[in-house]
């Protein structure tokens, strides 16, 4: 069974880090693309960042560049999101999403776009970046 559990979220003051989990399961880690989609109240979901693992390549959307930093451990099949410097339009559910199509996944990063379409979803992780 394909799993992708996201962790790490929580309540922050502006200016604050947080590190999110991805810990993916049921499918061949290496071979898949995963991206950070997020989801604010009332907004529709875009594009964060992404990681495509078999060459480590990486992704920011503009809202993000400089303050978020993606990784990857393979051994441990889990993706990491470091965020720093948060502010309060980063209030969101975090969500992560793997799919063997990287030019689809950094499509909709690039795009701040929804991730339509991608292969597989966690249920998401909160983070409210209070001001």
């Known amino acids: 069974e394909v799993q992708l559990v996201e962790s790490g979220g929580g309540l922050v003051q502006a200016g604050g880090s947080l590190r999110l989990s991805c810990a993916a399961s049921?499918?061949?880690?290496?071979?898949?693309?995963i991206g950070w989609f997020r989801q604010a109240p009332g907004k529709e979901r875009e594009g964060v960042s992404c990681?495509?693992?078999?060459?480590?390549?990486?992704y920011y959307a503009d809202s993000v560049k400089g303050r978020f930093t993606i990784s990857s451990d393979n051994a441990k099949n889990t993706v990491y999101l470091q965020m720093d410097n948060l502010k309060p339009e980063d209030t969101a559910v975090y969500y992560c999403?793997?799919?063997?199509?990287?030019?689809?996944?950094?499509?909709?990063?690039?795009?701040?776009?929804?991730?339509?379409?991608?292969?597989?979803w966690g249920k998401g992780t909160p983070v409210t970046v209070s001001s």
């Open positions: 049921g499918f061949t880690f290496d071979d898949y693309t």
């Open positions: 999403a793997a799919d063997l199509r990287p030019g689809l996944v950094r499509v909709w990063v690039h795009t701040s776009g929804a991730g339509y379409g991608l292969d597989y």
């Open positions: 990681i495509t693992n078999i060459d480590g390549s990486t």
